[in-house]
């Protein structure tokens, strides 16, 4: 006969759901297994002369479920392949077995591998008295969720949601606020215990905030979360974000946003960027959401007007960020390792070579300078510029040729300005003393751009000082002259340090 495992659904609890087939697998078996006994079928099996060994103590016995699902398929294997030779053994399993059965997903995976022969045969569902006693149709859209792996990106609330394994207050108090990502605190939900099962049965119609407060979960508990067209409870959706933008942009939408092109809206990107900046500056995180969701508004924006044209949706863009994001952290998502930050970029600067390589270019024939934006802000410009440089040697052995250089770039500027040389000559001669101090900063590692960012504002929160100091003298700036703004602007300096 060999090897042969046959998995038989115990159904939703109520033994007289049993199918005669099932019942008859259950009887004629030599060898049974359930895998608890914590089910109202098993218990009337065994008064009726039908025992089983249970391994209810596999959950005592380890930390997690996954680990007591793994062994109890290893103890199958081993009962259905003992070493006396092969044998058939029946499994029973609360439910219908393919329905969040996690041991026979297991099986199904271990079984052809084993060379045992699984059987499966079907048994009522708890969904099938789900849906009688909850009373929707599942057609109207509905998802299964399982509680220990629920998380808000799965949570559609157009649909009918079914949570099961909601073993004890603890896991209803995990779905309770993984639900209050999506809905608000009230909302009503439903609690399922026994369904069904005659004498153990309830239903109990809650606010969602009550969740946890219920008493009598168990292996036979669900939760209900009825179906809703309120539009407020997506607000938090990718989805919802998608449909707005395109409504913006229909006939129908706003007259302004239908008006915008690629081209009218690329200083709105730059705009918001740099607003984001400033919240990160200011280390104001409320500020900074805001600002996010401006800039993410200008991506929505120019991935809807491609989309207008067929060319690529906001879907495309998260598709390929996601794509590239896998593929340039072989040693997160694959099989390669970094040890450090520095191994890592290495790695990312491999992987954006071989892309490169896969779309027809071949790195190896790019400048050395490729890939810097040519719309970067000067400065930030600049210093990748010399980054890329001195990567492949194109640089000074010391500090001190950083030095030499800016002292000629230097002096080739006060030469231009004091012999009154053209205007172009000046800017060119002053763009070099700019160029060599960025060398400089690059050589130090400090970022010329982040630098400057906070020179300026600490000349901005100085110069407030000395306007207000100022105002509370009753002037401004231009009732005042240097001497009186220096001594203020000093001031503020000795303050600073003080409180540094």
């Known amino acids: 006969m060999g090897a042969v495992i046959t998995v038989v659904g115990l159904g ?10 099932s019942l008859k697998l259950l009887q004629e078996a030599q060898e049974r297994y359930v895998r608890t006994k914590d089910h109202p079928v098993v218990a ?6 039908v025992t089983f060994t249970s391994f209810d103590e596999v959950y005592e016995s380890k930390d997690d479920f996954p680990s007591v699902y793994k062994e109890i398929v290893e103890r199958l294997i081993s009962a259905a392949k003992p070493s006396s030779g092969e044998k058939a053994v029946l499994y029973a399993v609360p439910g219908h077995p393919m329905v969040a059965e996690a041991t026979v997903k297991l099986l199904r995976e271990r079984c052809p591998k084993e060379g045992i022969d699984l059987r499966i045969t079907g048994g ?3 969904l099938d008295e789900a849906f009688v006693r909850l009373g929707f149709d599942p057609i109207e859209g509905f998802q299964l969720l399982d509680s220990s ?3 808000q990106g799965e949570i559609d609330p157009r649909r009918h949601t079914l949570i099961g394994q909601v073993y004890d207050e603890f896991t209803a108090s995990d779905v309770k606020l993984s639900l209050m990502e999506t809905y608000p605190d009230d909302y009503p939900v439903v ?3 026994a369904l069904g099962v005659s004498g153990e049965e309830q239903v109990l119609r809650i606010p969602l905030y009550e969740l946890d407060r219920v008493q009598g979960y168990g292996n036979l508990s669900l939760v209900y979360v009825p179906a809703s067209r309120d539009e407020s409870l997506r607000i938090r959706s990718f989805e919802r974000l998608h449909e707005i933008v395109t409504i913006l942009r229909s006939p129908e939408g706003c007259p302004w946003d239908r008006e915008q092109t690629h ?3 690329r200083k709105n990107l730059i ?3 740099y607003e984001v900046l400033e919240t990160i500056d200011d280390d104001d995180p409320e500020h900074m959401r805001e600002e ?12 809807q007007m491609e989309e207008e044209t067929g060319m690529f949706t906001a879907y495309d863009v998260i598709q390929e960020l996601n794509e590239k994001l896998l593929y340039r952290h072989p040693h997160v998502f694959g099989n390669l390792s970094a040890e450090d930050a520095e191994a890592a970029l290495q790695n990312w600067e491999a992987m954006k070579a071989e892309e490169k390589r896969r779309k027809g270019i071949e790195p190896e024939k790019l400048s050395a300078l490729s890939g810097v934006p040519r719309d970067l802000p000067a400065l930030m410009k600049a210093y990748k510029l010399q980054k890329k440089a001195a990567k492949v040697g194109f640089d000074w052995d010391s500090i001190d040729g950083v030095w030499a250089k800016i002292e000629e770039e230097l002096a080739e500027f006060k030469e231009a300005v004091t012999s009154g040389h053209p205007a172009e000559d000046q800017a060119l001669e002053l763009g070099d003393v700019l160029f060599s101090i960025v060398n400089a900063g690059r050589y130090i590692g400090v970022d010329p751009e982040e630098a400057l960012s906070l020179t300026i504002a600490k000349f901005v929160r100085r110069f407030g000082y000395v306007e207000e100091k100022l105002r509370e003298a009753g002037k401004t700036p231009g009732d005042s002259d240097l001497t009186e703004m220096d001594a203020l602007w000093d001031e503020a300096k000795s303050l600073e340090r003080e409180s540094r």
């Open 44 to 49: 009337w099996l065994e008064e009726s002369g």
């Open 124 to 126: 009522e569902s708890f």
């Open 191 to 193: 609690v399922g215990h």
């Open 12 to 21: 939703s609890g109520d033994p007289d759901r049993l199918t005669l087939g």
């Open 263 to 265: 081209e009218s809206l």
């Open 271 to 273: 705009e918001e960027t």
């Open 292 to 303: 996010l969701g401006d800039l993410l508004l200008q991506i929505m924006l120019h991935s």
């Open 149 to 151: 792996e629920l998380s």
